[in-house]
């Protein structure tokens, strides 16, 4: 029976059996890397000491490939890149091994290749890019990268990163936002759409408040003539009346100036006299029962006037109807634009609820409709520094197990931010590999057509090392090596089947040989 003690991957399955782990936290870095004909690279052959390993050299150098080795060896088909294989050669191979695991992945010319991971023991795993793809997390994020970027496009890019990262979800309440948006720039539009009509409809004061009717005009024409009429007729009467009364007032001034030459004759004018006075008395009644009859002047020429303009009337009131009832629809979309902005307002605090028990990577870090800020400010306003420490604690955050980080665009780091780098990520424990431009030799890991020629830092392996040969045998084929103790350890056997094991006793004792840092010892 088969058991296997110190696997933290749950429910792994090596060789098809079914693993048990140990309940612990599984924290990996890279210890070695490998890599032989892959992009530019010739062979290299990396094992960190530190937390910062740079990688310099000059442009197409082969630092870039460097990189691209670890997400190819470690990510799926979306980081293999479309030419793999260094041109000449017809394979290419990338080893990555970690404190747990070693990750074999070969290409062939063909387009083919295997992916492999071993652990600890030497058991293969089933299925190896699943287990990857629960271990590697997102070791393709780059923090420099990712703070970078100010146009749209990124910031909209840098949102939804951190939002995926912290769990955080608004896709329903930015649909119903959008929907509430939407509705009231629909309100919005109706609304100006009155207030552009009232605006252009004009008001004139001193008209009715309803269209003037023709007939009713007529008809109003109509009796002020036959009023008119009437009154002129009566109006005649009393003038002859007046007339008449004034004849006969002549009359009585000439009898009267007559009394003292005709005082013969003064009986016979008294009597005319008093015959003429009670007729005066008579007229004068009916002239008063006339004009108590009489109505008064209605002037026809307003009303020919008002007629010759009902039609411009009646256009200035229904264009002061129109006005009044754009302005109460408009009156109207401004309260429903307000109610649809108290829903947009809940929904925004519904959000700002969310955002408040969130965890992020940072202090200070959040996000809003228009990007990702830091206390309230926008990410592309945060100085450099401080940026770095936000992408390197996103970055942290996506990769809680391999505690890998890459930084392609090293060359931007001024000597005080790579420190500061170094700082955050050796505090933390982490690692971090770094791409830099530089033509010194005198930095890092110096690459040069796709082989390091220089070494700048330190290294756990020193240039000459003794190795104790010991024999590994394959425990399906039988067959037979001898490498260093420590070398063979997790080797597939070229049967494809089998991890070789060490035997207990090395055959070759005391037996030594020296060899450059990552050189393989022969087959027997």
Same mark, same amino acid.
């Given at each position: 029976?088969?058991?296997? =003690?110190?696997?933290? &991957?749950?429910?792994?399955?090596?060789? @098809?059996?079914?693993?048990?782990?140990?309940?612990?936290?599984?924290?990996?870095?890279?210890?070695?890397?490998?890599?032989?004909?892959?992009?530019?690279?010739?062979?290299?052959?990396?094992?960190?000491?530190?937390?910062?390993?740079?990688?310099?050299?000059?442009?197409?150098?082969?630092?870039?490939?460097?990189?691209?080795?670890?997400?190819?060896?470690?990510? @799926?088909?979306?980081?293999?890149?479309?030419?793999?294989?260094?041109?000449?050669?017809?394979?290419?191979?990338? /080893? &990555?091994?970690?404190?747990?695991?070693?990750?074999?992945?070969?290409?062939?010319?063909?387009?083919?290749?295997?992916?492999?991971? =071993?652990?600890?023991?030497?058991?293969?795993?089933?299925?190896?890019?699943?287990?990857?793809?629960?271990?590697?997390?997102?070791?393709?994020?780059?923090?420099?990268?990712?703070?970078?970027?100010?146009?749209?496009?990124? &910031?909209?890019?840098?949102?939804? =990163?951190?939002?995926?990262?912290?769990?955080?979800?608004?896709?329903?309440?930015?649909?119903?936002?959008?929907?509430?948006? #939407?509705?009231?720039?629909?309100?919005?539009?109706?609304?100006?759409?009155?207030?552009?009509?009232?605006?252009?409809?004009?008001?004139?004061?001193?008209?009715?408040?309803?269209?003037?009717?023709?007939?009713?005009?007529?008809?109003?024409? #109509?009796?002020?003539?036959?009023?008119?009429?009437?009154?002129?007729?009566?109006?005649?009467?009393?003038?002859?009346?007046?007339?008449?009364?004034?004849?006969?007032? #002549?009359?009585?001034?000439?009898?009267?100036? %007559?009394?003292?030459?005709?005082?013969?004759?003064?009986?016979?004018?008294?009597?005319?006299?008093?015959?003429?006075?009670?007729?005066?008395?008579?007229?004068?009644?009916?002239?008063?029962?006339?004009?108590?009859?009489?109505?008064?002047?209605?002037?026809?020429?307003?009303?020919?006037?008002?007629?010759?303009?009902?039609?411009?009337?009646?256009?200035?009131?229904?264009?002061?109807?129109?006005?009044?009832?754009?302005?109460?629809?408009?009156?109207?979309?401004?309260?429903?634009?307000?109610?649809?902005?108290?829903?947009?307002?809940?929904?925004?605090?519904?959000?700002?609820?969310?955002?408040? &028990?969130?965890?992020?990577?940072?202090?200070?870090? %959040?996000?809003?409709?228009?990007?990702? /800020?830091?206390?309230?400010?926008?990410?592309?306003?945060?100085?450099?520094?401080?940026?770095?420490?936000?992408?390197?604690?996103?970055?942290?955050?996506?990769?809680?197990?391999?505690?890998?980080?890459?930084?392609?665009?090293?060359?931007?780091?001024?000597?005080?931010?790579?420190?500061?780098? %170094?700082?955050?990520?050796?505090?933390?424990?982490?690692?971090?590999?770094?791409?830099?431009?530089?033509?010194?030799?005198?930095?890092?890991?110096?690459?040069?057509?796709?082989?390091?020629?220089?070494?700048?830092?330190?290294?756990?392996?020193?240039?000459?090392?003794?190795?104790?040969?010991?024999?590994?045998?394959?425990?399906?084929?039988?067959?037979?090596?001898?490498?260093?103790?420590?070398?063979?350890?997790?080797?597939?056997?070229?049967?494809?089947? @089998?991890?070789?094991?060490?035997?207990?006793?090395?055959?070759?004792?005391?037996?030594?040989?020296?060899?450059?840092?990552?050189?393989?010892?022969?087959?027997?």
């Amino acid at each position: 029976m088969i058991t296997i =003690t110190d696997c933290a &991957v749950k429910n792994v399955r090596f060789y @098809g059996i079914k693993v048990k782990p140990k309940r612990k936290e599984l924290i990996m870095k890279i210890v070695r890397l490998s890599a032989e004909n892959f992009k530019k690279l010739v062979a290299v052959e990396i094992r960190p000491d530190g937390s910062t390993i740079m990688l310099t050299g000059k442009n197409g150098a082969g630092k870039s490939s460097v990189l691209d080795a670890i997400t190819a060896a470690l990510c @799926g088909k979306d980081y293999q890149p479309d030419k793999p294989i260094r041109n000449g050669t017809d394979h290419a191979e990338i /080893i &990555v091994e970690t404190e747990n695991y070693i990750v074999k992945r070969t290409f062939t010319e063909s387009g083919g290749g295997t992916l492999t991971v =071993t652990n600890a023991e030497g058991f293969k795993a089933a299925s190896p890019q699943a287990l990857l793809d629960k271990i590697v997390g997102s070791i393709a994020f780059d923090p420099m990268m990712f703070t970078a970027g100010t146009d749209k496009k990124a &910031v909209t890019e840098q949102r939804e =990163t951190l939002m995926k990262l912290c769990g955080l979800d608004f896709t329903d309440i930015d649909t119903q936002i959008a929907e509430v948006k #939407q509705q009231r720039s629909i309100v919005k539009s109706t609304k100006e759409s009155f207030d552009h009509e009232a605006e252009r409809n004009g008001f004139v004061g001193g008209l009715p408040e309803k269209e003037v009717s023709m007939s009713e005009l007529t008809e109003k024409l #109509q009796t002020a003539i036959k009023n008119n009429s009437e009154r002129d007729t009566i109006q005649s009467l009393i003038t002859n009346q007046t007339q008449s009364i004034a004849g006969i007032q #002549q009359v009585i001034d000439q009898q009267v100036e %007559s009394l003292d030459r005709f005082r013969q004759q003064m009986d016979e004018a008294a009597n005319t006299i008093k015959t003429y006075e009670e007729k005066l008395k008579g007229i004068e009644k009916a002239k008063a029962e006339f004009e108590k009859k009489v109505p008064a002047r209605i002037e026809t020429e307003p009303i020919q006037v008002e007629i010759g303009n009902v039609e411009q009337t009646n256009f200035l009131v229904r264009q002061n109807i129109l006005k009044k009832d754009n302005l109460a629809k408009a009156t109207a979309q401004t309260v429903k634009f307000a109610e649809l902005g108290k829903q947009m307002k809940a929904l925004e605090e519904s959000k700002a609820t969310k955002l408040a &028990v969130v965890k992020m990577p940072i202090d200070g870090l %959040s996000v809003t409709d228009d990007g990702v /800020i830091y206390n309230g400010i926008p990410l592309s306003q945060v100085n450099d520094a401080k940026k770095l420490e936000i992408g390197v604690a996103i970055s942290m955050a996506m990769n809680p197990t391999l505690k890998v980080i890459l930084v392609r665009n090293g060359s931007l780091l001024d000597s005080d931010n790579k420190a500061f780098l %170094s700082k955050l990520v050796d505090e933390k424990g982490y690692q971090v590999w770094m791409e830099v431009t530089d033509d010194s030799g005198k930095v890092g890991l110096v690459i040069e057509d796709g082989s390091i020629v220089a070494n700048n830092t330190k290294l756990k392996t020193p240039e000459v090392v003794q190795q104790t040969l010991v024999e590994f045998v394959c425990p399906l084929c039988k067959r037979t090596y001898k490498y260093g103790k420590l070398e063979g350890i997790g080797v597939i056997c070229e049967c494809g089947k @089998g991890t070789i094991i060490p035997t207990e006793t090395p055959i070759v004792k005391q037996k030594t040989k020296k060899t450059k840092p990552g050189e393989q010892l022969p087959l027997v």
